[in-house]
């Protein structure tokens, strides 16, 4: 695996979805790029739920082909009631994550980049005080690299950003998820993103039954702040989580993944000079419902943006990198702040009648109010209702 012996514009640590697509978007822009990735193989680790708006695919030109599954209905439900919206139409994707992964590396490769997999980068290089490259090592061996911009996507362990010390190596405790491809589902259950809650169906987190096909879920569940709640066995709340559905008795499990994240909000500062960090280094999901893929591909994209504006200017401060955070600080605004309290309410010690006073509020909104909610995490027509009002007490305005 050859890399150019001269200097990059960017270089960008690990192939998820945040750095494969600011790799892309660079790339696509006729910028120098390389892209290093640990794991030997693109598209893998392969876990994520996966389940998005189709407005991923029109923002970043997507193929609807690296969707797995579409659905047209949005499902919530806890032990005592549920409630079931219908769009009528695909009103989203579950992604196949793999695939879609890989897709966004061959499209950067296809543009210009270079990559570097198996590989991991071991410290960062400076000079003059300012990151000016990378040092790696790997299945292709060991060496040094050098660019303008190096942008840390390495997922939640945030190795560079932490080495820098722009981030803690633990933000907050873990959140766990686990999930199985299930075969043979009924029919009936591949057209809905269900989303389950209540200690009766996950402790401390929540359930999800997303579609994969004509025949296919991804079946799952997820655990906020496992390590403080001292869940110690998430196999063990998938199994009982499955047995919940008697429609999944003649199901087939397979493709079994599992996933640490942080899912604090996210971090405040995201630049030095010479130096980015997005993506889950970043802590860039959306605490609600954990949604990260979509916020990822944003991140890149806003990254891209000021990056090639500090290749114009040949000027890759600290100040002209922080325009990064303040795209990202406006892009999240107050929604996330308000989702983090929810969250922190909803997967905390919250009763049996509390969960159904949230759930009978919720059933009385329309299917795009619900979808408004869900996505793009705007609360406004339950902010100063009820049991709502009551856990963002001092933060609605």
Known sequence: MKTRKDKYDAIIV?????????????????????????SKEIGQPNFSSGGTPEELFYDFDLPTDLAAGKWSKILV?????????????????????????????????????????????????????????????????????????????????????????????SLCSLSVGIEVIAENVPREMTKTLAFYFGRE??????????????????????????????????????????LKFPRLKDAAFMDLHGASLYANGGVNRHSAAGFLFIGDAAAQINPLAGEGIRHAMHSAR??????????????????????????????????WKQSLLISEKVYGDISGEEMDKFMKLISELSPEDIFEISFNYNFKKILTRGVIAGWLKGLVK
């Open 77 to 169: 439900a806890t032990e005592n009631i549920s409630k079931t919206w219908d769009y009528g139409k695909t009103r989203g994707y579950v992604l196949d994550f793999a695939k879609f992964k890989s897709f966004l590396v061959r499209d950067a490769i296809k543009y210009g980049a270079e990559t570097l997999i198996g590989t991991s980068a071991k410290r960062l290089i400076a000079k003059n005080g300012v990151v000016a490259g990378v040092a790696y090592g790997g299945v292709f061996g060991e060496g040094e690299v050098f660019a303008d911009v190096v942008v840390d996507a390495s997922g939640p362990a945030g190795v560079l950003a932490c080495d820098l010390g722009l981030r803690k190596k």
């Open 201 to 242: 169906y996950v402790p401390y987190g929540y359930g999800w039954i997303f579609p994969m096909g004509e025949s296919s879920a991804k079946v799952g569940v997820a655990v906020y702040r496992a390590s403080d709640r001292g869940i110690l066995n998430i196999m063990e709340i998938l199994k009982k989580f499955t």
């Open 302 to 335: 806003m990254a891209s943006e000021v990056i090639i504006r500090a290749i114009d200017k040949k000027n890759f401060d600290e100040k002209t990198l922080r325009q990064y955070d303040k795209k990202w600080k406006k892009y999240v605004g107050l929604k």
């Open 14 to 38: 690990g192939a998820g979805p945040a750095g494969a697509q600011c790799a892309r978007e660079l790339s696509k822009k006729g910028k120098k790029v390389l892209l290093i990735e640990k």
